[in-house]
């Protein structure tokens, strides 16, 4: 999900969307190629979406959200037929899009946002 240029992003706000796209990317990897990315590979893609959106998060909140993310994925697909899941994952890549509206999207974005607070909560 890109921030939009004409409004500086929250911290929260800023990590929601990271935590979204996280798991869109995550989810769309498992329908696409049957596989699931590390966190590794997730802890570099949020380095490359806050590149593009000239922010930045130190390694270790990358992580976590990296691990979150693919807790979020892996409990949302089993809980998906696959049809639904591809579906899921459409909705979610197309509201990258900051100009995209999709009501899917946007549970799934407050689904994210309830699990930062959470994270928040327990730490």
Known sequence: MRVRDDTPPTPRGLRI??????????LNVHYEHGQWLTVAQGTALAADWLARNRQTLPLEERATLSRLSDDFARQTATTLSRQAGLLTTHEMMQALDPNYRSELAEAMMAACARLLDDLTAAS
């Open 17 to 26: 969307a990271l935590l979204f796209a996280l798991v869109a990317e995550r």
